[in-house]
């Protein structure tokens, strides 16, 4: 399964992955409003899930009197394929590539370049 999401699909699946709990649509929706200050109108959220659902991002039960929505795919995941997606499409599968592409893009740190050298020295060993 190919891992995309749009960008509003995105902001709510943000919010899902942060949460320590489950979420319903009132809840996924003020959060959006306060970190993303993004008016979306509940149906609006709704819709978003739905499609989130049908990829099989999330699944909902009902609790009480509203449904909750629990990530069925975990942040880690997403993020690899992102990456690998970035890889392949971009810069022809090399990792090497997509490096050089970020070290020169990147204002790095000290500390981060320090970071680079040790990930370096520990993959490079025999």
Same mark, same amino acid.
């Given at each position: 399964?190919?891992?995309?999401?749009?960008?509003?699909?995105?902001?709510?699946?943000?919010c899902?992955?942060?949460?320590?709990?489950?979420?319903?649509?009132?809840?996924?929706?003020?959060?959006?409003?306060?970190? *993303? $200050?993004?008016?979306? %109108?509940?149906?609006?959220v709704?819709?978003?899930? !739905?499609?989130?659902?049908? /990829?099989?991002?999330?699944?909902?039960?009902?609790?009480?009197?509203?449904?909750?929505?629990?990530?069925?795919?975990?942040?880690?995941?997403?993020?690899?394929?992102?990456?690998?997606?970035?890889?392949?499409?971009?810069?022809?599968?090399?990792? *090497? $590539?997509?490096?050089? %592409?970020?070290?020169?893009?990147?204002?790095?740190? !000290?500390?981060?370049?320090? /970071?680079?050298?040790?990930?370096?020295?520990?993959?490079?060993?025999?």
């Amino acid at each position: 399964m190919k891992l995309s999401l749009a960008p509003a699909e995105g902001r709510v699946m943000k919010c899902i992955w942060e949460s320590k709990e489950d979420l319903t649509v009132l809840e996924i929706t003020e959060r959006i409003r306060e970190q *993303y $200050e993004k008016e979306y %109108a509940n149906n609006t959220v709704a819709t978003f899930l !739905k499609i989130l659902e049908n /990829k099989g991002f999330v699944s909902r039960y009902k609790k009480h009197h509203s449904y909750q929505y629990h990530a069925e795919v975990k942040l880690e995941d997403f993020t690899d394929a992102q990456v690998i997606n970035l890889r392949d499409e971009w810069y022809g599968g090399s990792a *090497y $590539e997509l490096a050089v %592409a970020l070290l020169k893009v990147s204002d790095i740190p !000290k500390e981060e370049q320090e /970071k680079w050298h040790a990930l370096l020295e520990e993959n490079t060993k025999e």
